[in-house]
């Protein structure tokens, strides 16, 4: 709460493009909040950022890191007006052992369809462009909310997926040129995708679904950093991978401020 104090206490001259915005806070077990850096009500180009795993009030402030190098990123991208949400507005999984279920991502579907409906009716003048970008279970939750309703966003960006809910882009209600994903070579999540099935046949869980990488999901992939490995020289892929697509030499990074800019990564 602290931390989240002091990025919101900001000098009156503080520009619309610059500021803050705290939409709402709930600290409630696990806490949730919506932040917004530049106004989304005005700006041309609205991201969603949508956290995953173990994202919570305590570590709402290094979502926002990373929300805030993805919206200088699509700034050096040309995007010119620029707003990104970091949305946590639902109940994310606690632990990777969690993480297998898509009750989370069930559960806070409707909230994210919601607030992507709140964005276009609040936004002022020409609609915006709006882009919903998740990492992670994070992922999930988008692809639940795309699945089963109509989610009104012009692209989607998946970082580090474990699945969306689905087998193929097209199953999103939406183009899918306009699906965006990329996954580091050594990040540990790759171990997590399976096709879906009815009942997880053979597996010891219900999978969530491939990775929106793989070719047959017929989305557009961009590329990123191989990742740190783990093991030294037996290079198996590692958790730190799974974290690493915000440093500044990862060509994701650039990629993700492209797309939300509205060019092609």
């Not at 979502?63 to 970091?86: C, F, H, P, W, Y």
Request: proline residues 8%; without cysteine.
């Amino acid at each position: 709460m602290n931390k989240l104090h002091e990025r919101l206490v900001q000098p009156p001259d503080t520009p619309e493009s610059n500021r803050y915005y705290l939409i709402d806070i709930d600290t409630q077990d696990d806490g949730k909040v919506i932040l917004a850096k530049g106004n989304p009500d005005t700006a041309s180009n609205v991201s969603t950022y949508v956290p995953g795993t173990t994202a919570d009030l305590a570590s709402f402030n290094d979502e926002v890191d990373r929300a805030d190098l993805m919206n200088r990123a699509a700034i050096q991208a040309g995007g010119g007006s620029v707003s990104t949400v970091t949305w946590l507005g639902y109940d994310a999984p606690d632990a990777i052992q969690n993480a297998a279920s898509e009750s989370y991502a069930d559960g806070g579907k409707q909230s994210f369809d919601n607030f992507q409906q709140g964005l276009r009716e609040s936004h002022q003048g020409q609609p915006s462009h709006n882009i919903a970008i998740g990492h992670s279970y994070g992922t999930t939750l988008i692809g639940h909310a795309a699945r089963d309703g109509h989610l009104p966003v012009d692209d989607m960006v998946l970082i580090a997926s474990p699945g969306v809910g689905v087998d193929r882009a097209s199953q999103l209600h939406m183009p899918p040129d306009h699906v965006f994903s990329t996954t580091a070579d050594k990040d540990v999540i790759q171990l997590t995708n399976f096709p879906r099935s009815p009942s997880g046949e053979g597996l010891p869980i219900d999978p969530l679904g491939p990775s929106p990488t793989d070719p047959e999901f017929g989305g557009k992939v961009f590329t990123s950093a191989r990742g740190t490995t783990a093991l030294g020289e037996l290079e198996l892929p590692s958790i730190d991978a799974h974290g690493e697509y915000w440093t500044r030499d990862n060509p994701a990074l650039a990629s993700v401020g492209k797309i939300m800019a509205g060019r092609q990564p």
